[in-house]
């Protein structure tokens, strides 16, 4: 059974840092695109970015509002995805989703999504 | 970055309606879209992607169409569990974004 697994989420200070971390199970997790999604109280959600597969050497792509201040990683040997986010906004107060995106006869979708991870960012 | 616009944002309907949502596109995308089901307190679910194409177990009540900038959601016999949230979602053009969303409410 694929399973994603957020953890991390915490109440920090506008500022600091934090580490969310998505342990991966139930498939080859080093085969697959990851991506993070947030979603703010009560709003829609955002893509955050993507970290492709080893195949495609682990490259990444990022929103236009979170580039310079979050960075995505991965190790495939922990079968862990990683959103190391830095310099924390109000605004970055969002339930954080890990979710596995798949290739499908010339279209992508996301498959699998975890439970998300509540960041609250607070004076 | 391309802009992913909804249209009604929130709209009213019964059991068995026919709804149809819109997703604009601020420049041609191809076929580049997906629409999501988001029930309360729920992640997202993948209903269509790449425009038009039904993922495997998902009703036949619910299809897709258009390309390039303008493309729509169409759920025939609207039933109880349809009363939720419905997101575009463009890939494969970075950065990809989500629609703000259409909340389907029960009338």
């Known amino acids: 059974e694929v399973q994603l697994v957020e953890s991390g989420g915490d109440l920090v200070q506008p500022g600091q840092s934090l580490r969310l971390t998505c342990t991966a199970s139930?498939?080859?997790?080093?085969?697959?695109?990851m991506d993070w999604v947030r979603q703010a109280p009560g709003k829609g959600l955002e893509w955050l970015g993507r970290?492709?597969?080893?195949?495609?050497?682990?490259?990444?792509e990022y929103a236009t509002s979170v580039k310079g201040r979050f960075t995505i990683s991965r190790d495939d040997s922990k079968n862990s995805l990683y959103l190391q986010m830095n310099s924390l906004k109000i605004e970055d107060t969002a339930v954080y989703y890990c979710?596995?995106?798949?290739?499908?006869?010339?279209?992508?979708?996301?498959?699998?999504w975890g439970q998300g991870s509540l960041v609250t960012v607070s004076s | 970055d391309i802009q992913l616009t909804q249209s009604p944002s929130f709209l009213s309907a019964s059991v068995g309606d026919r709804v149809t949502i819109t997703c604009r596109a601020s420049q041609g995308i191809s076929r580049y879209l997906a629409w999501y089901r988001q029930k309360p307190g729920k992640a997202p679910e993948v209903l269509i992607y790449t425009a038009s194409t039904l993922q495997s177990g998902v009703p036949s009540r619910f299809s897709g169409s258009g390309s390039g900038t303008e493309f729509t959601l169409t759920i025939t016999n609207l039933q109880p569990e349809d009363f939720a949230t419905y997101y575009c979602h463009l890939f494969n053009i970075y950065p990809l974004t989500f629609g703000g969303g259409t909340k389907v409410e029960i009338k």
């Open positions: 979710t596995r995106g798949r290739w499908n006869a010339g279209g992508w979708y996301y498959d699998y």
């Open positions: 970290i492709r597969n080893i195949a495609d050497r682990h490259t990444t």
């Open positions: 139930g498939f080859t997790f080093s085969d697959h695109y």
